[in-house]
């Protein structure tokens, strides 16, 4: 499900600022896109949208700015001296490396530091400000949920119209393949024996009853009712049914006799077409 969100706020003299973005996805997938210097805020950020979410992929994009005031500057110099003793192992490894300037050595994360910035209170303020920004994207995901929701009902309905149309020509299936099998027998000039064209038609009836498929389109139609309905998220079990609804369609137009019935059956597999298109979108 499409959706998006923001968070900002400002704490210890830095601008922080949250993007989150939903788009379609089968499975829950996510991705994030944070400054080295609050990385470990990550961790606690995907347990929350697992909680929350269970279907989509989600980019979540932190952003950490100074103010405009000009930020004082700190030399992490424990971190420093980890780097440069890596950059000298590596140089008695590989001779041939060429060594890092000290601008490169500056311009590794975290080796230079704002001196008033607050870690933990940063981190603490960034993991409040994305609880509000997830907040805001499960609840605009809640509203586009509600509007496919309704247009799944509506194509519910067609289908629905669909099979209370068909249903009258299943019923007198067996009459229709009396009178076809009559008039064949006619138009070659035949007898044939009463009690074999008894069974013949029975055969041939039962061959193309398709009763039991409208039956259970209607099953189906009302099992998604009931999940659209319920709390809870429900997109997997009606894309299952989506698919369910697809294989009696196909069964029914194998089985048509009459034209009406064909063409029906065309009708019905669009309109379940549309309902697998939605339902991937539900959570």
């Known amino acids: 499900m499409t959706a998006f969100a923001q968070a900002a706020a400002v704490s210890n003299g830095y601008q922080i600022s949250w993007e989150l973005r939903s ?53 992490n110099k424990a971190l420093l001296s980890q780097v440069v003793a890596a950059t000298e192992e590596i140089s008695r490894t590989v001779p041939s490396a060429t060594p890092p300037s000290t601008l490169d050595l500056l311009k590794w994360p975290g080796v230079l530091t ?8 940063l981190m603490s303020r960034a993991a409040e400000l994305f609880e509000s920004a997830l907040q805001q994207l499960v609840q605009a995901r809640n509203s586009e949920g509600k509007r496919l929701s309704s247009l799944v009902e509506q194509q519910l ?25 009559q008039r064949r027998l006619a138009e070659l000039e035949a007898q044939a024996d009463p009690a074999r064209l008894e069974q013949e ?10 009763r039991e498929e409208l039956d259970r389109l209607s099953i189906h139609v009302a099992e998604a009712r009931q999940l659209l309905s319920a709390n809870g998220p429900h997109g997997r079990r009606l894309d299952f049914l989506s698919q ?27 309109v379940i077409e549309q309902i697998r298109e939605q339902v991937q979108n539900i959570e």
């Not at 606690?44 to 932190?62: D, F, M, N, P, S």
């Not at 704002?114 to 209170?121: E, G």
């Not at 038609?201 to 398709?210: E, H, K, N, S, T």
């Not at 196909?250 to 064909?262: R, Y």
């Open 114 to 121: 704002n001196a008033q910035a607050d870690q933990a209170q």
């Open 201 to 210: 038609i029975v055969l041939l009836a039962q061959r193309g009853d398709i």
């Open 157 to 181: 309905a067609s289908i629905d119209e669909i099979v209370n149309f068909v249903r009258p020509l299943g019923d007198n299936i067996m009459q229709l393949q009396q009178q076809r099998l």
């Open 23 to 75: 788009v379609n996805h089968r499975y829950l997938e996510n991705q994030f896109r944070l400054p080295e210097t609050l990385r470990a805020i990550e961790p606690t950020a995907r347990e929350l949208i697992r909680q929350h979410l269970k279907r989509g992929k989600i980019e979540a994009t932190l952003k950490l700015e100074p103010e405009m005031s000009e930020p004082t500057l700190a030399l």
């Open 244 to 270: 369910e609804l697809n294989r009696e369609a196909n069964t029914l137009g194998a089985k048509a006799s009459q034209t009406e019935v064909s063409q029906k059956a065309i009708d019905l597999k669009v």
